[in-house]
T-cell receptor
Framework: DVKVTQSSRYLVKRTGEKVFLECVQD?????MFWYRQDPGLGLRLIYF???????EKGDIPEGYSVSREKKERFSLILESASTNQTSMYLC????????????FGPGTRLTVL | AQSVTQLDSQVPVFEEAPVELRCNYS??????LFWYVQYPNQGLQLLLK??????LVKGINGFEAEFNKSQTSFHLRKPSVHISDTAEYFC????????????FGTGTRLQVTL
């Protein structure tokens, strides 16, 4: 079974803190994605990565950065957390070809106070 | 660019009744279509997908969806729902280029009651 794990299920941080969200997948997938999920807005893509050291901005990259130094790990960084970044963050991975299925992690619920 | 519309934000239904969750998309190119389910406090799980071939697609847990190109729709159906089907359902579209990304709808919350 493909497994996508995220470092924390729940996280509480203060405004201005630097926040790292980690995602690891164990199926050698080339593509990895970070989404945020908010009620009534569905999933919105923050950043994605086609392969190691490659990254592309998604639809809402402002206030975020990412790092992909190893194929299995994709990190989302909030340089200076703000209250409007309180949200559910979902990581996903996908093979570059084949059946196109994206596999999701369980999510990290981040609260910024 | 593509977009997905899920007009119903919530759908209440009694157990054992049929249900249809609506999804319409817009795209200027050929697409792949997906339905994902999210149970409470979990990530998303693939229910079914349309990549090519038969327009009627069967998925897990008794769900099916029909791709209608002329109406640009991909509605999800189940003939008889169960309490355990209570969840949020997301429709998603991707153009057929391998490097492209998924675009999700805003979700439909299916609430099944006795």
């Amino acid at each position: 079974d493909v497994k996508v794990t995220q470092s924390s299920r729940y996280l509480v941080k203060r405004t201005g803190e630097k926040v790292f969200l980690e995602c690891v997948q164990d199926m050698d997938h080339e593509n990895m994605f970070w989404y945020r999920q908010d009620p009534g807005l569905g999933l919105r893509l923050i950043y994605f990565s086609y392969d190691v050291k490659m990254k592309e901005k998604g639809d809402i990259p402002e206030g975020y950065s990412v790092s992909r130094e190893k194929k299995e790990r994709f990190s989302l960084i909030l340089e200076s957390a703000s209250t409007n970044q309180t949200s559910m963050y979902l990581c996903a991975s996908r093979r570059i070809s084949g059946n196109m299925e994206q596999f999701f992690g369980p999510g990290t619920r981040l609260t910024v106070l | 660019a593509q977009s997905v519309t899920q007009l119903d934000s919530q759908v209440p239904v009694f157990e054992e009744a049929p249900v249809e969750l609506r999804c319409n998309y817009s795209s200027s190119v050929s697409v792949y279509l997906f339905w994902y389910v999210q149970y409470p406090n979990q990530g998303l799980q693939l229910l079914l997908k349309y990549l090519s071939g038969s327009t009627l697609v069967k998925g897990i847990n008794g769900f099916e969806a029909e791709f209608n190109k002329s109406q640009t729709s991909f509605h999800l159906r189940k003939p008889s729902v169960h309490i355990s089907d209570t969840a949020e359902y997301f429709c998603a579209v991707k153009d057929t280029g391998t490097a492209s990304k998924l675009t999700f709808g805003t979700g439909t919350r299916l609430q099944v009651t006795l």
